[in-house]
């Protein structure tokens, strides 16, 4: 089976055909195959009439033998909590280009319009922070501009990131690569469901922080009711964190729907709604550990970066620009580490839950595994 084969196999079973995608996710084989029936019909069916020649029947697909059944980076059946967290780094040792260099491409993107930004806010002589003896006044406009750029490139690397793993992940558990070009022609093709869901996810977000400020802005108003405010805030805080989890759950599990089997965002919700369904609290766990663990490594990076900008400080004390030089260098390369980790890990995670829901609910393990046999036989 080589790379240039579709994504159809990728569609969820009983849905609407979709048409053929670019050369990425698992291959054509990999959808369900239609009923055999066996040379002259099935058994109900009534003789063929005199002088008429049945139609040979083809051959039934070859049966999965024991090497179809781990092509790849995980045995072709339901995934244990020790295999979600292994797994990951499995398809980051696998496919390196994609897994790791996507995120490595779009997270250095982002990191170098926020090191621009983060100079330009040292250097800005209107902020006066390399020379106090500047007036101050309004900030620059090039300062402004180059802080939003930075903003919508992080966004933008938060959001591609992941869907970037998703087809690399997808070919990896039927043991095949493909090309980071391949990857990124996917996510170009769904670039505007994924866009739309995660604007769905941020007004969702919004919508939640802004309920749970209610309190405190009616309180504002009155001296008398500040601290009431304040308490009902902090108590509607404590429901917020949960119900911002489940929201990020949700957007994460429909990236790889998007792009594996090309569904629109609420189409895509939807199915991981269907799919989740008597797996819920098992799969909170799984991304909830994951995710504190990750997290945890990441932020050691990133405070790395930040003690490299303190010993710079400490080494330079009189000197501004250095100190600003190699706090902005330092930052910058704990951002970088810290993001491609967190995006690799968590994008092959998410693609891992995804399939792991399908063998479940769908039996997609004997088809990726009758798709790996065909693939080996050829």
Known sequence: MTDQQGTSGWAAPGGAPTPAGPPVGPPAAASYPPPYVPPGGPPSAAPPAPGIVPTPHAAPAPAPTYRSWQPGIMPLRPLSFGDFLSVPFKAMRFNRGV?????LLLTLVATLATAAFMWLLFTDPSLAILDPTSDLGGIEPSTVLVGGIAVIAMLLADLLSSAVVAPAVARAVLGERIRLSQAFAAVRERLGSLL??????????????????????MAGA???S????VGLTLLLWVAVIPVAFLIGLFSGLARPVIVLEKRGP?????????????RFWWTVLILFVSSLIVSMVAGVFQQIGSIGALVVGIAAPDNLTLIAIGAVLAVSVGMVVSYVLTYSYLGSLLTLLHIDLRIRHEGFDLTLAEAAEASRRA
């Open 99 to 103: 897994v790791l260099g996507g995120p």
């Open 196 to 217: 739309l869901l995660y604007l769905m996810t941020a007004g969702a977000g919004a919508l939640v922080l802004g309920i749970a400020l209610v309190p405190m802005l």
């Open 222 to 224: 009155s001296d008398d």
């Open 226 to 229: 500040l601290g009431l405010g």
């Open 266 to 278: 609420i189409d895509a919700v939807r199915r991981v709604l269907r799919l989740i369904k008597g």
